[in-house]
């Protein structure tokens, strides 16, 4: 598995849905179920196949008026390499 690239597209796996039961924010998934909330959701939401990772980051940086891109373009990358491997999100 790697690290995403500015031209990478994420997006849910194949198999892996919100939860339409629940208010909360679950991620059903063939080997579970994952509750996200915060950032962790936003990032997620975002991931939709057309965004871009560089798109992606841009919008959290506006989203949070931050200035500190290499610590969310770090952040984000990690986590959905982290998302990657356990198969939620594909790049």
Known sequence: ??????STQPRLASGCRWSSNTDDAVLVFPEGALRLQGTGKK???LCDGQRTFAQIVAELEASYNSSNSDEIRNDVAGFLEQLQQKRIVDY
Do not use: E, G, H, N
């Not at 598995?1 to 500015?6: A, I, N």
């Open 1 to 6: 598995m790697s690290l995403p690239t500015d």
């Open 43 to 45: 990032i997620v939401q």
